[in-house]
């Protein structure tokens, strides 16, 4: 099976080693060949995010002839993932465009969904002795609608101690431009969140989405709380020893 990774700007710019390598290593392990088409850029969330629809059509046009020649397309990133999911909507009134988009939609598989939903795979072969809990960020659950996924995995890591968090369903408080634009909101949102992580007595929060994970992750750090913050990907790929974010 042919994957094409769409690793998203995060991963590439601030997290490569840790998420984008851990990412190839599953997939690979698990019978794919992977390669990185090297013209992706930004899939225009953050201008779509702002309302500015008709100008992140032209990072779209782009993203559909980069990924138009992928069997699959696979993205650590679940917020991501629903971005190219939105294509079809902004060429509404282009129907060359909007079936190109649609057929990049139907292709594209966040990382989890992909494994178990794809691959038909719910064990893969992980191990990490650890306390953990796990963030449900908004646009992998609400818009993407993936849920189960990341859970039948996790239940499957050999050694891992798992504890729900307490109003899981609550935004981080990143959304993207909304933690620059709503900074005092966003601020009290994520200081809620770090708390209830706290209550699990976890020494590690996982999560699916690089922007929930930098933004809990930082906060936690200037907070001096002990817990550490790792990718679902990088749990996936963890064996006797882990390197988690620093």
Not at 54 to 66: C, L, P, Y
Not at 89 to 106: I, K, S
Not at 126 to 131: C, I, K, T
């Amino acid at each position: 099976m042919n994957v094409s990774l769409f690793l998203t700007c995060l991963a590439d710019v601030v997290y490569p080693a840790a998420v984008g390598k851990s990412t190839v290593e599953i997939l690979e392990r698990l019978g794919c060949e992977v390669d990185f088409p090297k013209k992706q850029t930004c899939c225009g969330q953050p201008a779509f995010n702002s309302g500015f629809h008709r100008e992140s059509r032209d990072v779209a046009k782009h993203m559909i002839k980069t990924f138009e020649e992928a069997e699959y397309v696979v993205s650590p990133s679940g917020s991501c993932v629903a971005m190219l999911k939105e294509y079809p909507h902004l060429f509404e009134d282009d129907t060359d465009w909007q079936d190109r988009a649609e057929e990049l939609a139907n292709k594209s598989f966040e990382l989890t969904q992909f494994i178990v939903d794809v691959l038909k795979v719910e064990d893969v072969g992980a191990e990490l002795n650890a306390n953990v809990t796990y963030h449900t960020s908004c646009h992998m659950t609400r818009l993407l609608g993936v849920k189960e996924a990341p859970m039948k995995l996790l239940e499957n890591v050999k050694g891992l101690h798992f504890t729900e968090l307490p109003n899981k369903q609550q935004c981080c408080g990143f959304g993207g431009t909304f933690s620059v634009k709503m900074v005092p909101i966003s601020e009290q949102m994520v200081n809620e969140k770090v708390q209830h992580i706290e209550e699990t007595d976890a020494d590690i929060l996982i999560g699916s989405d690089l922007g929930c994970l930098m933004n809990i992750g930082g906060r936690i750090e200037r907070q001096g709380k002990p817990v550490k913050v790792m990718h679902i990907a990088e749990v996936l790929n963890s064996r006797a020893e882990v390197k988690t974010w620093e």
